[in-house]
């Protein structure tokens, strides 16, 4: 073990920060730190809009529903970009620019937009958390992505992805048991269904112990009922129209 290890088993959500703002310095640094993360073929097929106007901090608050959307130290909003590839196609030959946008339509690019943002994210948060700062991940502000790529004034190609706040924590929330390893672990092949399952129930008695136990918010609850829940109540159905109306993952 070691402190950065210890940095990231210790992660935990920050939904309540100090009335303190991040410095530029703080903040530059944890932008450098998402930069050095790995990107595919060199793309860095992200961009990350820092907002500070109070009035947006308090629209994208309204379209989130989270009150730590507004109260934080600083907003992060992580876009998938793939408008500055798009644009170097002005200095390509006529069949070269047919070929740039074809491939940036694609599947395949519009992946490679999320997993750019998502590492670049993650680099974030352990450098902020790491600062002694706290950060929670926001994808409700895809509950009107049309209205956040407005908000945002998104050109074509640029999807707004998810947000991060960050900031002082003002308390410590307990460390959320995880799935077990040999759940998300798998050795050479997929495993069984019945051996996921078996692991699977026993996790919902961990859980269901965790939220009894805990501090505030207690509830009976489980993992399997939390996924019931959530994937027998469709939600965010109009990310698909929104995302190729923008020119991605359309092919």
Not at 30 to 56: L, N
Not at 174 to 180: A, D, G, V
Not at 192 to 219: A, C, G, P, V, W
Request: overall charge negative.
């Amino acid at each position: 073990m070691n402190e950065t290890i210890d940095t990231i088993l210790s992660h935990r959500s920050i939904r309540k920060f100090k009335d303190e703002k991040l410095t530029k310095e703080q903040i530059h640094t944890i932008v450098r730190s998402a930069q050095q993360a790995s990107t595919s073929s060199f793309v860095m097929a992200y961009t990350i809009i820092g907002i500070t106007d109070d009035s947006k901090k308090q629209a994208l608050m309204e379209i989130s529903g989270q009150p730590y959307v507004k109260d934080n130290g600083h907003l992060f909003v992580f876009c998938g970009d793939l408008h500055r590839a798009h644009q170097l196609r002005n200095k390509a030959d006529k069949e070269q620019q047919e070929l740039i946008t074809e491939t940036i339509e694609s599947t395949e690019q519009f992946i490679v937009t999320v997993i750019d943002g998502a590492l670049a994210a993650q680099n974030a948060v352990l450098a902020a958390e790491s600062m002694g700062l706290g950060a929670c991940f926001l994808g409700s502000l895809r509950n009107d992505i049309n209205k956040v790529s407005d908000l945002l004034q998104l050109p074509n190609h640029v999807v707004p992805l998810f947000g991060v706040a960050v900031g002082y924590p003002d308390h410590q929330p307990e460390l959320k048991p995880r799935l077990p390893i040999e759940t998300v672990y798998h050795e050479n092949s997929y495993m069984e269904d019945e051996e996921q399952e078996e692991l699977i129930n026993e996790f919902d008695l961990t859980l269901k112990k965790y939220y009894d136990s805990r501090s505030t918010n207690t509830r009976i609850d489980t993992w399997t009922e939390q996924m019931i829940r959530k994937y027998s109540n469709p939600q965010r159905m109009d990310v698909s129209a929104f995302v190729k109306s923008k020119g991605l993952n359309k092919r």
